[in-house]
Structures are given as structure tokens and as C-alpha cells.
């Protein structure tokens, strides 16, 4: 699958910032000087996803540390674009720029600190005739499956935003949850995504995903 896979369930240690940054030393949280201002924390986990390690836990512990006027500088090899739609469902909007050196530094803000609320992503261009949210049109003959159950939040969203990013023209993606994905169904409409819900015996449900 695709490298943004590398965002699930895992240690995270902190490494020396690119540019003209402050790093943070091993195992410290650090908040970042300069432009970014004194309320800023700053997250580095380039050595993780360089190693295997996966920092999803650690950021979203980060994120639920922070104070109500703090945001996040976080730093990471590649951008973490499944990382967007989780982090907004928590009210933070986010800037993202590539390092001149390699990876990516993304700087998330909540709305009354950033310029304001980050706007939609674009829905993906449809058939005439075609809705998002519905079975309408034709299914790919392609689908790569991906169960999700068993898993506690918010694992379930982020293997599948990665799942469907590493998609290829053709597939699709059917996905197994404990339950029906309520916070999935507003990004699969934002991106212009089908779906289709089957509701299962024992209370899980198949969701299948495409374009």
C-alpha cells in the first residue's frame, strides 16, 4: 500500500528539525520559537517512519495534550494527507509545506489561531447522473478488501482514507467495520466518493467504496 500507511498504531521518538527550526530533544515535548510563536508544539517523527514505526498514537495523544490556545508543528517524511480528515473532525485546519531537504513540515491550527476553517477538499469530478453517496453508476470489477474490525478508533478511519488513497483506476474498496462508519460517510461525500452499506447479522457492516 501506499507510505502514508506508515501513520497507524506505534512508538514515536523525536529527531533534529530541518531548516532553521529549534529541535525538540529526545523524548521532550518542545514548543517552537520564532515565527510559529511560543504556543506552538512542535512533533517530529521522521525517524519513526523511517524505522517502521508507526506515530499515530503518539500524534493523536500530542494533539489531545494540547492546550486551547497551542497548536501543532509537526514534521513527518512524506505528507500525512489521511491525517487531514481526522484532524479536522477535532475542529484543526492545517498549512503544509515540503522541506527543501526532504519530507514535510504541517503546521495545524485550530480556527480562531489559523485563517480560519480550512476550506473542502475538491469533489472528485462524477458521470453525469451520478451522486456521491449512492450505488448509482458502475462498480469496479477490481476490490481490494479491508477489515477493519476489532480495531479501536480512530484506526478503522485511518487505514481506510490510506486504503483508498493507494487505490488504483479500476478499484475499488470494501471495508468491514464493527459498525457503520458515521464520521467516514462526510469525507467519502467531500471527496465525491460512492458508497454502498450492507448491514450485517451480528451488527458489523460492509461499506463499499468507489469512484
Do not use: C
Request: aromatic residues 4%; glycine residues 14%.
Amino acid at each position: 500500500m501506499s507510505r502514508r500507511a506508515g501513520l497507524g498504531e506505534g512508538g514515536m521518538a523525536d529527531e533534529g528539525m530541518a531548516g532553521d527550526r529549534t529541535a525538540p530533544q529526545p523524548g521532550a515535548g518542545a514548543e517552537a520559537g520564532g515565527g510559529q510563536g511560543a504556543r506552538t508544539k512542535i512533533l517530529d517523527v521522521r525517524d519513526d517512519l523511517r524505522a517502521g514505526r508507526k506515530p499515530l498514537r503518539r500524534i493523536l495523544d500530542a494533539v489531545g495534550g494540547l492546550a486551547a490556545d497551542q497548536d501543532l508543528l509537526l514534521y513527518a517524511t512524506f505528507e500525512p494527507v489521511p491525517l487531514y480528515a481526522l484532524l479536522r473532525l477535532r475542529g484543526f485546519g492545517h498549512t503544509a509545506r515540503r522541506l527543501p531537504g526532504g519530507g514535510w513540515e504541517v503546521h495545524f491550527t485550530r480556527p480562531a489561531r489559523g485563517q480560519g476553517k480550512q476550506p473542502p477538499a475538491p469533489a472528485t469530478a462524477r458521470p453525469a447522473g451520478t451522486q456521491p453517496g449512492t450505488d448509482a453508476g458502475p462498480e469496479p470489477a477490481d476490490w481490494l478488501q479491508l477489515d477493519n474490525r476489532g480495531l479501536a478508533p480512530p484506526e478503522p478511519m485511518m487505514r481506510t482514507l490510506e486504503a483508498l488513497d493507494a487505490l488504483k483506476p479500476g478499484q475499488g474498496l470494501e471495508i468491514h467495520n464493527d459498525r457503520r462508519p458515521a464520521f467516514l460517510y462526510p469525507h467519502l461525500e467531500e471527496r465525491g466518493l460512492r458508497h454502498q452499506t450492507r448491514d450485517e447479522a451480528d451488527g458489523s457492516a460492509r461499506v463499499r467504496i468507489w469512484r
